[in-house]
């Protein structure tokens, strides 16, 4: 509610009170878990997975606010943390594929997709694909998770960076089983449609150009599995 009046100040005191009733042990820890195995219905599990789904909505505020330093300052914290999988209520949670989620969602929703962008290049080229569960604590970053391909592809349709987005497009379709992603059809819409404004609001553009895209469509982007 802060953020979206974007009062930063409020959001900060909601945090504020949430670390203290955790560090009095006033906060009755819930989650629904996203894991199906034994470990989800752990109370270590709730406890960690709140804690980062709060900082987590702490950061996107800050993004919200149109305060990115301070929103990568709580980033830095989280990564700085020597906490693990075990922490405790006044501990400074790790990260998740989440919280990188909202970092580059941040971003874009600031109107920076270029920089939304060259965070999420330095996640392709990271080593582990992102955890189907988006609240497993990861030092390292990991891979982009499906949220964040989203994200990443509607920004860069709606600004236009077609040569961006089916570069991407083309990149998704290699490691999306790897990874545990989906290529939706929904992806496909939002690729094909960036694709024909671009073309149809370039009066300038050649006849080449034009072929390459339409080529580019037909192969990559129209043939549904």
């Known amino acids: 509610t802060y953020a979206s ?3 930063v100040k409020g959001a ?20 629904d878990a996203i894991r199906s195995d034994a470990s989800s219905q752990a109370v270590q599990y709730r406890q ?11 950061l996107a505020a800050y993004f919200r606010c149109g305060q990115p330093t301070d929103a990568l300052s709580l980033l830095e914290q989280m990564m700085d943390t020597t906490s693990g999988d075990v922490i405790k209520a006044t501990d400074v949670p790790p990260p998740s594929s989440a919280t990188f989620s909202c970092a580059i969602t941040g971003f874009c929703q600031l109107g920076d997709v270029s920089t939304a962008l060259s965070w999420f290049e330095r996640l392709l080229q990271q080593q582990d694909s992102a955890s189907l569960d988006p609240y497993e604590p990861t030092q390292l970053p990991r891979r982009p998770d499906q949220a964040t391909w989203t994200a990443m592809f509607d920004a860069l349709a709606d600004e236009g960076m077609v040569a961006e987005l089916n570069r991407l497009f083309v990149h998704w379709l290699k490691v999306a089983s790897e990874d545990g992603t989906a290529v939706l059809s929904d992806h496909r819409d939002t690729v094909l449609a960036a694709n024909l404004r671009f073309m149809d609001s370039r009066a300038d553009l050649d006849q080449a150009k034009a072929l390459e895209l339409l080529d580019f469509l037909s192969g990559h982007v129209l043939p549904w599995d």
């Open 5 to 7: 009046s974007k009062d």
């Open 12 to 31: 900060e005191g909601i945090f504020q009170k949430f670390k203290d009733a955790s560090r009095l042990d006033r906060v009755q820890w819930f989650f």
């Open 48 to 58: 960690r997975a709140s804690q980062m789904a709060v900082w987590n909505e702490m």
